[in-house]
């Protein structure tokens, strides 16, 4: 089945507000209360089905406006079925517009056995605009024998800044050829997050994220590195728990933006 979004996000009144939205089955979209930040907009991204299946293709296009603030998320896990000898097919297509700030945080991604996923993410800044985005994905169902199972997992995430790259990420995980518990790989851990910011607040993440490895408890037993991009800065997390990395995650997030404290 093929499925689009359009979502479009100005800000009207001193508010950001969908101005237009257009979505196939089964997607639905949700507006809750941001309690956090009542000047973001949340956008939840829902699905009125189970997961992925086989023949799935998603294709989601949005702009955020001159000085939105919005945040983007999804309702759960996202689970990837058994796709045959098929595939599923995901395309998200983000821009920025000038003074635009985009938290994009989707779930974690959950690829069952004998399932294949092709994703491609290709995100637009302007120059003045801030993005924070994250990238989570399972090792499969872990605790049911499915570590590594799937056929295939191939997710290619492409940010620019001004039509000029600075930053591409390819993920491909493919067992019957790589290793992916390796070194080089997921070193033995069943999660993998990963965390791009581009703004003003670059320094301040790479400070945190260096100082709280060594001797925060929540820290513990995640492997972390922080590197700078062309633009920007990407922090890579290694662990066996996705509530860990979550927490994390809504640190950086609550640091980043001045929410409440840690979790």
Known sequence: MKSELKLCIEKTCGRSVVTDSYATSPIKLGYPQNYTDPERLKVVIMMASAGLLKGDIHQYEIVCGQ?????????????????????????????LKKNASLIFRPSTVMPFQNSSFQGKIQICLSEKSELLYTDMIAAGRVAMGERFAFREYRNR???????????????????????????????????????????????????????????????????????????????????????????????????????????
Not at 67 to 75: A, V
Not at 79 to 89: A, C, P, S
């Open 67 to 95: 000085e939105t603030k919005t945040y983007i998320t999804d309702q759960a896990f996202t689970k990837i079925f058994d796709t045959g000898t098929g595939n599923v097919q995901k395309e998200v297509k983000i821009e």
């Open 157 to 263: 995430t492409e940010i620019k800044v001004e039509d000029s790259p600075v930053w591409i990420d390819h993920c491909l995980l493919h067992p019957e050829i790589i290793d992916c518990d390796g070194l080089t790989m997921f070193d033995g851990y069943s999660h993998q997050g990963v965390v791009y910011y581009y703004g003003k607040k670059e320094e301040l993440l790479k400070t945190y994220v260096l100082s709280k490895t060594n001797d925060a408890m929540l820290w513990k037993d995640v492997y972390c590195g922080v590197s700078d991009t062309v633009k920007g800065c990407c922090v890579r997390m290694l662990s066996d728990s996705a509530q860990k990395l979550e927490k994390i995650i809504q640190n950086i997030i609550n640091l980043i933006f001045e929410y409440e404290h840690e979790v």
